[in-house]
């Protein structure tokens, strides 16, 4: 997993990645309004926020009726797609379609919603979501005053290859809200039906995929991950039929949407539709548009300014996947129109935290060739950020287009470092040593052969003293380490680590143990944490939905429910044969 200095010319691969010690290599909801309701157009016209109170004299965010959305902001600078009848189809010269999100036919039900969405990014008071007005919006029964659903065309490279146009094929942005403190998001409903853009779909998500991405999002925020975010999760009595795992098994599923946010939900699969399509000044103006909301350290005007957006996502890009290995999160499905511009996490479908460490795991069951193996990422990253290159090429010209690949070249080395960085902070290392690559790499060696769990194994190094690790005496409790100590090599890394521990300049074991805990969860979606809470779901109980939700928002603190849970010991058995696929 450790990765090397060395990325090859071509963009085609980061070489010995897995090097190893011993190895090489809103308004009012649409609807009538009580007739001693006033109206109030600063709020209704212009996605205004009163931070005092609003023109009838409440709060504006204690409810619904007075909260502000629209999708001009995005469909004004752009064509739209002329046809609004909601078919599939080859959509051309646009950047969105307009298109409304299909309601469910039978009952739905609220499952879970995040209070920190709620109230500090929408400016809601949490008491909106027992109101018969948010549940018609988060189920997409109802759109919002002012607003106009689009759904987003873009394409992609998936497993590879060139898949065409793809598209929020089951997904509505209903509304862009600017809140409070001026961050504007855009709010999405995913499983809300179909758009010209479902191919073969039928526009819906079920409820074991909903959940996982709706813990999956809010527990990523909460581990420092830059990711989408989670308002809320409903589930419907509709039928929602699935071939879960591809093998001719259909079976009937519960349709569930998911209310997710995102600072921006344009991905490098929105470039790409357009250069492969030769819609190069729509292009132009899709980037000029990103950079000019999303980049405001470049300036617009400048001549490198495409130039300066490709290095930022590049050095992001890097940056954002060292912080997925080091929690040991593979997405799943690293596929370009799944990778955010704004290099955030999105589009949660068959990842996976890993249990025993392994670089060759991989989470999805439809990923035959473990293309997407958590110890290829970083190597996919380079694959998909050579597209993107590739997008922008026709814009560049011939000094911009050599500078590029130059900047691309240095992809492995931001990667290299940020990743030693992160891993260095596991381990508590203060300062600099030349060991410090060796003494990480040999330690995730040990991990490899012991199949120590990942999660565990840093969070018990952060646990226990100096003295026991001297000693080699490791309480029962910290099992991962236990598992660890069985290599024959492990009183040498040891003896290695205290050494490097001792070099630490003004620094105490306490202090060490703190700064560690701070860094290394002791909680994550574990696969089969996430399958026990979607089992009761099924059954209407959505209590270890709603105790996951809690423990995922501290995953550094230890806390009880969590320890009664067992979600600090060793997996269950039946936790090994788990399977997740882009089946959702």
Known sequence: MLPSRRVSREGGGVSGLLLHVLLAGLVCVCGARSPAEPACPAVLGHNAWRPERSCDGQRAADGIGLWGLSTGRLRDPFPIDPIQENYVRNVRNCIFSIVYPTPFKSRVLLVAVSEEVI??????????????????????????????????????????????????????????????????????????????????????????SSVREFLCSEAMHYLGIPTSRAASLVVSDDDVWRDQFYNGNIKKERGAIVLRLAKSWFRIGSLEILAHSGELDLLRRLLDFIIQEHFPSIVPSDSDAYLEFFSTVVSETASLIALWMSVGFAHGVCNTDNFSLLSITIDYG??????????????????????????????????????????????????QKQLASQILEEYGQTYYVRFTELFKRKLGLLGASKDDNYLIAFLLKLMEDTKADFTMTFRQLSEITADQLRELHIPEEFWALRDLGKHGLFSEWVAMYLLRLDGNKDDSDIKRRRRMMAVNPRYVLRNWMAESAVQKANLNDFSEVQLLQQVLQRPFQKQRAAEKAGYALRPPAWARGLKVSCSS
Do not use: C
Request: charged share 25%; aromatic share 10%; hydrophobic share 30%.
């Open 119 to 208: 109230e500090d990014i929408l400016d809601l008071h949490l008491s909106v979501k027992d109101t018969s007005d948010f549940l018609q919006f988060v189920s997409g029964e109802k759109v919002l005053h002012g607003s106009v659903p689009l759904a987003h065309r873009y394409g992609g490279h998936q497993f590879g290859s060139w898949a065409g146009q793809l598209g929020d094929g089951r997904a509505h942005l209903v509304g862009v809200y600017t809140n409070r403190r001026g961050e504007r998001w855009e709010l999405q409903l995913k499983g809300s039906g179909k758009t010209p853009y479902s191919r073969n779909g039928d526009g819906r998500a079920v409820l074991r």
């Open 350 to 399: 068959p990842f996976g935290f890993m249990d025993s460490y392994d670089p060759n795991f991989v989470p999805n069951t439809s990923d035959d060739d473990g293309r997407y193996k958590i110890g290829n990422q970083a190597n996919v990253g380079l694959f998909n950020l050579n597209k993107l290159l590739q997008a922008l090429k026709p814009l560049l010209d011939p000094r």
